[in-house]
């Protein structure tokens, strides 16, 4: 079952802006909308944008969602200790007629 | 409020079936769609099938198809997945997530149930 592909990691000190990316296919990304995921260690996965761009409620506005074509990508603002964790983006696929999920990122605040 | 609670931690052989509870309250138990996922230690998210609890209506991920199991229970708001046959590979923790359709997810997920297989 093929996957979305994402950066296995990456970084950034306090206060930076750091971005992560996620690409996929047209029967995926590029014809559905793309969640995120954040999932700190052995916790369940917590929905921080849906639908693209959208945060539910009490998902702070530093974290915000974009999508183009078949990429998307999550980018987190005016970064935080506690922002460091897995993240995983997640699409509905037409053809597979199922999800899939990127293999994940790992954000570490240095 | 919402509340998806799973049931506990499992150890089982090779070749044994399990079952995986996961208890919903706090919305209408008919109106949302259960999706399940897995994910293996130290790997990424798994999307495995989905049950819908009004009609009982499931699908699973090609993956899986023969192996796996989705019900419901109206009576007591709880969806149920099984697994037959597992291996060594099948380790790993089950978590339910709610959805209003089978192509959306929304924030709701259960804790998590680790299912671990072992001889």
């Known amino acids: 079952q093929s996957g979305l592909t994402q950066p296995p990691s990456a970084s950034g000190t306090p206060g930076q802006r750091v971005t992560i990316s996620c690409s996929g296919l047209?029967?995926?990304?590029?014809?559905?909308?793309v969640y995120w995921f954040q999932q700190l260690p052995a916790t369940a996965p917590k929905l921080v944008i849906y639908?693209?761009?959208q945060r539910p409620s009490g998902v702070p506005d530093r974290l915000s969602g974009s999508k183009s074509g078949t990429s998307a990508s999550l980018a987190i603002g005016g970064l935080r200790s506690e922002d460091e964790a897995d993240y995983y983006c997640?699409?509905?696929?037409?053809?597979?007629?199922?999800?899939?999920f990127g293999g994940g990122t790992k954000l570490t605040v240095l | 409020q919402v509340q998806l609670v799973q049931s506990g931690t499992e150890v089982k052989e090779p070749g044994a079936s399990v079952n995986v509870s996961c208890k919903t309250s706090?919305?209408?138990?008919?109106?949302?769609?259960i999706h399940w996922v897995r994910q293996a230690p130290g790997q990424g998210l798994e999307w495995m099938g989905w049950?819908?609890?009004?009609?009982?209506?499931?699908k699973s991920g090609q993956k899986f198809q023969g192996r796996v199991t989705f019900a419901r229970n109206m009576s007591i708001t709880t969806v149920f997945l099984g697994l037959t046959f597992l291996t060594s590979d099948d380790t790993a923790v089950y978590y339910c997530?709610?959805?209003?359709?089978?192509?959306?997810?929304?924030?709701?997920w259960g804790q998590g149930t680790l299912v671990a297989v072992s001889s």
């Open positions: 639908r693209d761009t």
């Open positions: 706090g919305y209408p138990f008919t109106a949302y769609y």
């Open positions: 049950i819908n609890p009004n009609t009982g209506a499931t």
């Open positions: 997530a709610r959805a209003p359709t089978v192509v959306t997810l929304d924030e709701n």
């Open positions: 997640a699409a509905w696929d037409d053809s597979l007629s199922g999800w899939v």
């Open positions: 047209s029967s995926n990304i590029g014809s559905n909308p």
